[in-house]
């Protein structure tokens, strides 16, 4: 038996509120992962980067299948994924599409350039890495997309955006001690959601 599709509906079936709910407390580093090339970008925010393997460096990224990011990110079979840092807040609420701005309309307001592949990185990203895409696990409402890391440029920075309980927090390392900064930065997230 496939383990991955067994039935695992036995039991009681969550809620997705209750899952929600649950999920909210587990800290996520905050990324904006971008596709396509020239005119034809677009970007969204995401929590779901994860690191997959070492050798060959490897990551996942779980994007909801209507997110307008995707056919881009399917089209150009690459992504970058750029770690923001503790003050680039704005721009992760901007890539979240809320304001209503889509594809090239959301990389304005702050400094890109283009990496192989054609994918836009953010000029001052904590990590901007580039990943040719791999393979694509569709799954529920999202595919899981496993990008091969074939750039990444490190900045200096040493404070981090974290998303926990619908907020966003920075993170900065202070005499060797990580501690969240000044506590939760101005979001539009309510912390009820
Ligand atoms: C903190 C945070 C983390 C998010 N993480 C993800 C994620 O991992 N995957 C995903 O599909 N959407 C995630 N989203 C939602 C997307 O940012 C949002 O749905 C997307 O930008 C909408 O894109 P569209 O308007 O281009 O379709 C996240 C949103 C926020 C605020």
């Known amino acids: ?4 599709v067994r039935d695992i ?6 809620g997705s509120g209750e899952f929600r709910n649950a999920m909210r407390h587990l800290a996520g580093g905050v990324s904006v992962i971008t596709a396509g090339r020239g005119d034809d970008i677009s970007g969204m925010t995401v929590t779901s ?3 997959l393997a070492i050798e060959p460096a490897t990551l996942t990224v779980a ?12 089209r150009y079979g690459a992504f970058g994924v750029n770690i923001l840092t503790g003050g680039q807040a704005g721009i992760a609420e ?10 090239a309309a959301r990389f ?3 400094s890109w350039t283009t990496g192989a592949f054609g994918v836009p990185l953010l000029k001052d990203a904590l990590v901007a890495i580039t990943c040719e895409l791999e393979e694509t696990i569709e799954r529920h409402s999202h ?3 496993l990008g091969r890391v074939v750039h990444l440029a490190a900045s200096e920075g040493d404070s981090s955006l974290a998303y926990w309980r619908g907020d966003y927090l920075a993170i900065e390392r202070i005499s060797g001690i990580s501690r969240t900064a000044g506590g939760p930065l101005p979001t539009v997230h309510a912390s009820d959601e």
């Open 49 to 51: 980067v994860a690191s």
């Open 63 to 74: 994007i909801n299948r209507k997110a307008s990011t995707l056919p881009l990110l399917l």
């Open 94 to 103: 901007r890539f979240t599409g809320k304001d209503g701005h889509k594809g």
């Open 9 to 14: 509906s036995r039991g009681r079936e969550i």
């Open 143 to 145: 595919v899981i997309a």
């Open 108 to 110: 304005a307001g702050s």
């Open 1 to 4: 038996m496939n383990l991955a």
